[in-house]
């Protein structure tokens, strides 16, 4: 049969979802509703039985509804079709090593935070991956009920692979909810979203505080600028153009727009789930270490202070 990374990517392509958090749910109607054939897998969740699921998100204009078959990765022995990724990046490894077997040439986006999160998947030999860079805010109402607000189009460029199916992939995707746009420059895009990132779920599950902190309090702002100085300079030493400036208008707009919202770290703790810290203040420090020069010491010591909240609520 031939495989979806050897084709333009057709309408009728199957497209799965693995994770069943709020971007894979919004995702799910977005798709559903376009008439795309869309199945949410439940990567933790093993041997349930398939099942349909009214799923439902509410933006700022409107709510929309569609029914969405939800299954998990054990009921499948081939995944033929377009991968997206929103199941939390510390459990990437694992799920590398599934799908390996599953859909290795398959097309793969990730859609998650952090630094690196590609690597298992590198290691493991996938010859198709995307990485998407989200920018919307959601937060789950109900169990079925999702809470969306994009703010721009999300951008989707190349980790490994050549540029001829981004297109496809992008158009296969996109949405007038949820939308996607291509990006030649990834890695920059990348880098910002993860310093923004380091900057919103560490200090604010910290100060247990939700995101709007940094545009109403002035001490946490300057903890904040201190990680963006610490986090670009790392960036800038590995030839990635960003400006302090630009990262902390970026982490201001977010602030202003999801004032009242808790940050997902934060939302994990509380819940007594792990957390992506990993992917995030520690992956920064450990490209700091390797870069030699370069010390992180408060974004380093604040993924730290996370980590340990984490555990300390899960005891």
């Known amino acids: 049969m031939e495989s979806v990374s050897e084709q333009t990517i057709k309408v009728d392509t199957n497209i799965y979802i693995i994770g069943n958090g709020v971007i894979a749910k919004a995702l799910a109607v977005a798709l559903t509703l376009k008439e795309k054939q869309v199945t949410i897998l439940r990567g933790s969740v093993h041997d349930q039985p398939t099942s349909r699921e009214l799923l439902e998100i509410e933006t700022d ?6 029914e969405v078959t939800i299954s998990t990765l054990n ?9 997206l990724l929103t199941n939390k990046s510390f459990g990437n490894q694992e799920l590398a090593e599934k799908l390996k077997f599953k859909a290795k040439h398959s097309p793969i986006v990730f859609l998650q935070n952090g630094l690196h999160i590609e690597d298992s998947f590198i290691g493991a030999g996938f010859t198709e991956l995307y990485r998407c ?3 919307v805010t959601s937060q789950s109402v109900s169990t079925n009920k999702v809470r969306f607000r994009p703010v721009a189009s999300s951008p989707i460029g190349v980790i490994k692979s050549s540029f001829d199916n981004l297109d496809s992939i992008v158009d296969e995707l996109n949405t007038g909810v949820f939308s996607f746009r291509p990006e030649v420059n990834i890695q920059t895009v990348i880098w910002k979203k993860a310093i923004s990132n380091c900057v919103f779920n560490s200090i604010c599950p910290l100060l247990e505080i939700d995101n709007g902190v940094f545009h109403r309090n002035e001490a946490a702002l300057q903890i904040a600028k201190t990680v963006i100085a610490e986090c670009v300079a790392v960036a800038n030493q590995n030839n990635i153009r960003l400006t302090e400036h630009d990262v902390l208008e970026n982490v201001l707009t977010i602030s202003k727009m999801s004032d009242g919202q808790k940050i997902s770290t934060y939302q994990d703790i509380l819940n007594k789930r792990e957390t992506e810290i990993e992917t995030l203040n520690f992956a920064v420090a ?15 010591l604040l993924g730290e202070m996370t980590k340990l909240k984490s555990e300390l609520f899960r005891m």
């Open 286 to 300: 450990k490209v700091a270490q390797l870069s030699g020069n370069i010390k992180v010491p408060v974004t380093a």
């Open 75 to 83: 009921n499948y022995t081939q995944l033929d079709g377009l991968i």
């Open 61 to 66: 204009n409107n709510t929309l509804q569609a």
């Open 133 to 135: 860079v989200l920018f």
